[in-house]
């Protein structure tokens, strides 16, 4: 169940006493989605919006405070938006029905893909300057592979306190040619 995913998903960062876990931004309904986006809006899209509308920002706060996985942060359906139309039409990993989810400071992030008759997502990796990559079979997928990398050490704290990762292991288990973690 997505819901409990996304929940435990968000235990590991508060595990790790990661800031991202006191600036969550509560969660908005499907009309505020579909208003965004335009309906029909997939359930797990609504359900990731509806535990977490991006974060909220404090004075002397920096960008590995934010992030709910290293470099990324969770976006508000408004950042999100923002995202899309910045970002423009005519990637034909994405198509023309996605919605970004999670994003970095650079412009990279990670996008719901998805048809107007399913009920759930696919998720491609968009990288700025690199080709973009379907990297989940869904957002449930996505959300436990992120909790098991926290799990088995693929994101750590590093010596200097932030949020960072194993990038190789991080990369080949997205594109299948790394060991099986998620």
Same mark, same amino acid.
């Given at each position: 169940?997505?819901?409990?995913?996304?929940? +435990?998903?968000?235990?590991?960062?508060? /595990?790790?006493? /990661?800031?991202?876990?006191?600036?969550?931004?509560?969660?908005?309904?499907?009309?505020?989605? &579909? +208003?965004? *986006?335009? #309906?029909?809006?997939?359930?797990?899209?609504? =359900? !990731?919006?509806?535990?977490? +509308?991006?974060?909220?920002?404090?004075?002397?706060?920096?960008? $590995?405070?934010?992030?709910?996985?290293?470099?990324? &942060?969770?976006?508000?359906? /408004?950042?999100? #938006?923002?995202?899309?139309?910045?970002?423009?039409?005519?990637?034909?990993?994405?198509? $023309?029905?996605?919605?970004?989810?999670?994003?970095?400071?650079?412009?990279?992030?990670?996008?719901?893909?998805? &048809?107007?008759?399913?009920?759930?997502?696919?998720?491609?990796?968009?990288?700025?300057?690199?080709?973009?990559?379907?990297?989940?079979?869904?957002?449930?997928?996505?959300?436990?592979?992120?909790? +098991?990398?926290?799990?088995?050490?693929?994101? *750590?704290?590093?010596?200097?306190?932030?949020? $960072?990762?194993?990038? $190789?292991? !991080?990369?080949?288990? &997205?594109?299948?040619?790394?060991? =099986?973690?998620?």
């Amino acid at each position: 169940m997505l819901a409990e995913s996304i929940e +435990n998903l968000w235990l590991e960062v508060e /595990r790790l006493s /990661r800031p991202v876990a006191s600036l969550r931004v509560p969660g908005v309904g499907a009309e505020q989605v &579909e +208003n965004a *986006f335009g #309906a029909p809006i997939p359930s797990d899209v609504v =359900e !990731w919006f509806g535990w977490c +509308n991006g974060v909220s920002y404090r004075p002397g706060q920096v960008q $590995d405070d934010a992030a709910l996985i290293p470099g990324y &942060e969770p976006l508000s359906v /408004r950042d999100a #938006a923002g995202v899309k139309a910045s970002y423009g039409d005519g990637d034909p990993v994405l198509g $023309d029905r996605w919605i970004p989810l999670l994003g970095t400071g650079g412009g990279d992030f990670y996008a719901a893909v998805y &048809e107007p008759s399913s009920p759930s997502s696919r998720v491609a990796s968009v990288m700025i300057g690199g080709e973009s990559r379907m990297a989940y079979e869904s957002v449930e997928q996505m959300v436990n592979a992120f909790r +098991n990398f926290f799990r088995t050490g693929v994101f *750590f704290i590093a010596d200097d306190g932030t949020l $960072d990762a194993d990038d $190789d292991l !991080w990369i080949s288990s &997205e594109t299948g040619s790394g060991p =099986e973690i998620a």
